[in-house]
C-alpha cells in the first residue's frame, strides 16, 4: 500500500475536524464536550430528587382522626407530615429538617374535586418542585349516590385545578394519587361492632350506609359508588397524562389491600398512622421511580 504524503494527511485531518464540526460529535474530554455539550444538556423531564413539596387534598392528606377523635392531625400526614413512624413522602424525599421548611400541607377535611383549584393556586405560591394531589373520596362519599359528584363535573374540576396550576408554576411536578378503594372499606370495616356504630353518624353514607343490610338493593347501592370511584380513577390517569410533569400512582392506592391495622380506630375508615405509612411508600415509589406507572 502505498504510503501518504505530507500534504494528504493535512487534508483528511483538516477534512476530519470539519465533517466532526458540522455533524456535532465532540471527542470525549475536548473543549466542546466539556464545554458547550455541557451546557446545552437538557436537565430530566422529571426530578426523582425534588426538593420541595406542596401537599393538597382532603382530609386523608390531613391526617383526620389518626391522632385524636374528629380532628386533623397533619404531623401524620403521609405527605407532609414529622411522625418517625409515618416516614412521611417529604421526609424520605427531603429528610427531616428540609420537611420541616421546605413542605407545605394545603389540603382541607371535607374537601372535594371542586375545592382543588384554590388549593392548587395556594401551593402554587410556594413555587414547589412536588405537589402531591389525594382527592376524590367525598366526591363518592355523599348522602346518596345520586349526590355523587358526575364524572364529567369531575373531570371538569381536575383539568380546571391543573390549569390554575400552570398558570403560576409550569415547572411543577405533580404526583396524583388514586381514589381508595371504598367497598374494600366497607369489607373490613363492618366486621367491626364499634365500627359500625361510628358509621351510623354519617361517615360515607352512600358507600357505609346500613352496613349490614345485604339486600340486592344495597349491593347495587354500594357497586354505584364502585364504579363511581372508577371512573374517577380513570379520569385522574387520563388527565394526569395529559401533563408531562404529572404522575398518576397507576391505582396503586386503590389496588393496595388494606385491612383494619391500617385504619383509624376512631372512626374505621380515615387511615390510622400505619395506613399513612403505607401511602407515603406508594407515593415515594411513584415519585423516585425510573419511568411513571403504566
Known amino acids: ?9 493535512a487534508a483528511l485531518a483538516v477534512a476530519a475536524v470539519t465533517v466532526l464540526g458540522v455533524a456535532g460529535c465532540d471527542a470525549p474530554g475536548s473543549p466542546a464536550a466539556r464545554g458547550t455539550g455541557a451546557r446545552t444538556a437538557k436537565a430530566p423531564l422529571w426530578n426523582r ?3 420541595s413539596i406542596a401537599a393538597v387534598g382532603d ?7 389518626a391522632c385524636t377523635v374528629l380532628s386533623d392531625c397533619p404531623e401524620v400526614s403521609w405527605a407532609t407530615g414529622s411522625d418517625a413512624k409515618v416516614d412521611s413522602l417529604a421526609v424520605r424525599l427531603l429528610g427531616a429538617a428540609g420537611a420541616a421548611t ?4 394545603y389540603a382541607m377535611t371535607g374537601a372535594r374535586m371542586a375545592d382543588l383549584s384554590q388549593q392548587m393556586a395556594d401551593a402554587a405560591s410556594r413555587d414547589p418542585e412536588l405537589v402531591t394531589v389525594m382527592v376524590g373520596a367525598n366526591d363518592a362519599c355523599r348522602s346518596s349516590t345520586r349526590a355523587m359528584t358526575s364524572v364529567a363535573g369531575f373531570r371538569a374540576d381536575f383539568e380546571e385545578a391543573l390549569r390554575t ?3 403560576s408554576a409550569p415547572r411543577a411536578q405533580l404526583y396524583v394519587a388514586s381514589v381508595p378503594n371504598l367497598k374494600r372499606l366497607w369489607e373490613q ?3 367491626n361492632p364499634l365500627g359500625k356504630e361510628v358509621w351510623k ?5 352512600s358507600m357505609l350506609g346500613d352496613a349490614d343490610d345485604l339486600s340486592a338493593a344495597a349491593e347495587r347501592r354500594r357497586d354505584r359508588v364502585q364504579e363511581r370511584v372508577i371512573a374517577y380513577n380513570k379520569v385522574l390517569k387520563e388527565v394526569c397524562a395529559t401533563d408531562r410533569r404529572c404522575r398518576f400512582d397507576g391505582n396503586a392506592v386503590y389496588d393496595y389491600r388494606f385491612g383494619t391495622d391500617q385504619l383509624s380506630h376512631w372512626d374505621w375508615f380515615h387511615p390510622g398512622r400505619d395506613g399513612q405509612a403505607r401511602l407515603a411508600a406508594i407515593a415515594y415509589r411513584t415519585v423516585t421511580a425510573a419511568a411513571p406507572a403504566a
Open 102 to 105: 421546605h413542605s407545605w400541607n
Open 1 to 9: 500500500m502505498r504510503k501518504r504524503s505530507h500534504r494528504a494527511r
Open 189 to 191: 370495616g363492618r366486621g
Open 165 to 167: 396550576l400552570r398558570a
Open 49 to 51: 430528587s425534588p426538593a
Open 59 to 65: 382530609s386523608i392528606t390531613r391526617g383526620f382522626d
Open 201 to 205: 353518624l354519617g361517615i360515607c353514607p
